[in-house]
């Protein structure tokens, strides 16, 4: 009885993973048929198939009886390459921009931040018409790092971001599973952070993924950090 609790636990959140993968790469497909001539499209697009192959690989081990695998425990991480890899992954599903990407430095899972991203980036894209693009951005508050993702979409009611966002199992979208918020808030938890929401019916929303910023970069908190188009000019 306990194996299956188990296993019917690992199942849910499993098949909401598919069901991200699987709206990915029906997009993916979608936007094949309009950009298949143009090689960058083509580039992008293999980096996805690979990625998404990768991801059901590893839901596979996570139904595994035999999975033991452990998170790695946070270190220090270079933001830009990673959030430029995660853009890269996602652009030939849906426009997404990097509003501002600050050359910053902080301590979480690397895998963990990607799947966080996922699911926030994910939801967006469910939330926003076709074509209407998501902007992601990185920013320092304080002794902070600030990873937001904000979309122009159907938004969400104070009422239900207050009592419902977070519970699993509770969504405002038609075949939702209400589970990618809920997990998304416990992988940035286990990893020192928080997730902020900020929604509003009809104009949008913007998930803040707020993580600890490596200490080499507190010891100077007054010292501002280059941006890319800083650093660029």
């Known amino acids: ?3 299956f609790d188990e296993f019917n636990r690992r199942m849910a959140f499993i098949m909401h993973d598919i069901k991200n993968l699987v709206s990915q790469l029906s997009l993916l497909s979608r936007n094949a048929k309009r950009h298949a001539d143009n090689p960058e499209f083509r580039k992008d697009m293999i ?21 033991n695998a452990k998170t ?9 390459p990673l959030l430029q890899s995660i853009i890269d992954k996602k652009r030939p599903i849906h426009p997404i921009e990097a509003t501002q990407l600050d050359d910053l430095t902080m301590v979480a899972d690397p ?28 920013k320092r508050r304080g002794l902070s790092v600030a990873i937001e993702v904000h979309d ?8 239900f971001v207050r009592s419902q966002l977070f519970k699993p199992f509770a ?3 038609n075949g939702g599973f209400g589970i990618g918020a809920y997990e998304a808030r416990t992988m940035a938890m286990a990893m020192g952070g928080r997730l902020e929401v900020e929604s509003k019916e009809g104009v949008g929303s913007q998930f803040t993924l707020i993580l600890p910023i490596a200490k080499k970069l507190t010891e100077n908190p007054d010292k501002e950090t280059p941006s890319m188009n800083e650093r660029a000019a």
């Open 1 to 3: 009885a306990q194996r």
């Open 47 to 67: 980096s996805t198939l690979q990625d998404s192959a990768d991801k059901l690989n590893g839901l596979l081990a996570r139904l595994s009886q035999h999975n």
């Open 72 to 80: 790695e425990e946070p270190k220090a991480v270079k933001i830009v």
């Open 111 to 138: 895998v963990r931040v990607d799947q966080i991203l996922g699911h926030l980036i994910q939801n967006a894209i469910d939330a926003s018409d076709n074509g209407q693009p998501i902007s992601l951005s990185a």
């Open 152 to 159: 122009q979409g159907a938004g969400m009611s104070s009422e």
């Open 171 to 173: 969504s405002s979208k």
